[in-house]
């Protein structure tokens, strides 16, 4: 949370107050908000940027003082955001079998057991995430992220997907049966996962409605309370475990991302060592260069941390054209990076120095790895007895 604090406090103007939340002094939003407002007051918030759960709390606290807080239908941001960029259109596309091991129509299966578990007739998934790996299709509207913006609805019989089916690549009809007669897959316009889901959820024959605490109380507010189970999704843990063709792809995808790491290490020695110029930013280019020759290179998974010397002591540092500095033989280098293959994902962290480090930077290494790694302990004197 620190590391948000700074970052605040070096890119706000003076028209804002920074409010650092979870520090002692900070009050909380609703104790800001009993301090600032009188009785009567009312206080609106766009209901698709809140959890139900966070939301039925502050209303809660609120009314305690006789505050009212309010669902505004329409964003007063969105009215005036006049250079607002536009809905992302990226394509989505289907992940084969081979990288996944378990048909979507499986993946079903087993989460409609779940719910028969439960005995919920109705489940609402609204995770990027886990409706990328129940459906095993990827997509890329969020940086960094193989997701894509929809929501879906489960029933015992039909597998609502709301999402915007121009943007489906070459191969997702057949990938879904969307052909067939009786597709069980019913692919509907985003916008409409309101209307559909309050339709759904007031039918008789629905009696429970299997929702997360994360869902946005927009979505919430279309379901009958008396009938919502509010309990964590199945699919996340279904997600976690991985199969044998999950394990193996993820195998594979870290054994090439190591060698574009390697690559990118030793073209780094090669070029300091000549004395070439190489920056925080053309370093991190350098090695997003290396990846994109691994086979089944994506993306990114983050934005390269790329950190010489001070830079490298600051959590989740982003260098800029104003910050940007060379990359020596004088002092410590951090280099924390990652990328998106269609095999699996990845994330490593590397700490080198190009030169001859003082006995300082070797005490402050051995002295870390020593206290939070007390195995390390055993294996330093494994190594100095050889």
């Known amino acids: 949370m620190y590391r948000y604090h700074l970052q605040a406090a070096s890119q706000l103007d003076e028209n804002w107050a920074l409010m650092k939340s979870g520090l002692v002094d900070t009050p909380s939003s609703e104790t800001w908000l009993k301090q600032e407002l009188e009785e009567n007051s009312h206080v609106g918030i766009d209901p698709y940027v809140i959890s139900a759960t966070r939301f039925l709390e502050l209303k809660k606290s609120l009314n305690s003082n006789k505050i009212q807080l309010s669902a505004v239908p329409s964003n007063l941001v969105d009215s005036v955001w006049k250079e607002r960029p536009t809905f992302p259109s990226n394509p989505i596309f289907p992940l084969a079998f ?6 979507w129509q499986d993946k079903i299966k087993r989460v409609r057991e779940k719910m028969e578990e439960k005995r919920c007739q109705l489940k609402v998934l609204t995770a990027l995430d886990s409706i990328a790996w129940t459906l095993n299709l990827r997509g890329s509207d969020i940086p960094f992220n193989p997701v894509f913006f ?84 199945c699919v996340p843990r279904m997600k976690a475990i991985k199969n044998e063709v999950e394990v193996g792809c993820m195998r594979r995808s870290h054994l090439r991302d190591a060698v574009a790491v390697c690559e990118y290490i030793r073209w780094l020695e090669v070029s300091v060592g000549r004395g070439e110029k190489v920056t925080e930013i053309s370093g991190a280019d350098k090695l997003e ?26 959590i989740h540092y982003r260098s800029t054209p104003e910050t940007d500095q060379a990359i020596t033989d004088k002092e410590l280098y951090l280099v924390d990076s990652g990328a998106q293959y269609t095999d699996g994902t990845t994330d490593i962290t590397r700490t080198i120095h190009l030169g001859q480090p003082s006995e300082k930077y070797c005490y402050y290494l051995i002295h870390y790895c020593v206290m939070y790694n007390p195995l390390f302990v055993g294996r330093l004197r494994d190594l100095l007895l050889c």
Do not use: M
């Open 98 to 103: 081979e990288f996944t091991g378990e048909s």
């Open 150 to 233: 929809s929501y879906l609805l489960l029933t015992r019989q039909k597998v609502f997907f709301f999402v915007d089916n121009s943007r489906f690549a070459a191969g997702v009809n057949e990938h879904l049966k969307l052909s067939e007669a009786d597709s069980e897959i019913v692919v509907l316009p985003y916008s409409q996962a309101e209307d559909k889901l309050r339709e759904l959820s007031s039918d008789p024959a629905v009696a429970r409605v299997w929702i997360s605490s994360d869902i946005s109380y927009g979505l919430y507010q279309c379901i009958p309370e008396d009938k919502t189970l509010t309990e964590p999704s």
């Open 289 to 314: 260069e290396f990846r994109r020759e691994q086979a089944n290179f994506v993306s990114l998974s983050f934005e390269t941390i790329s950190g010489s010397g001070p830079h490298g002591a600051i």
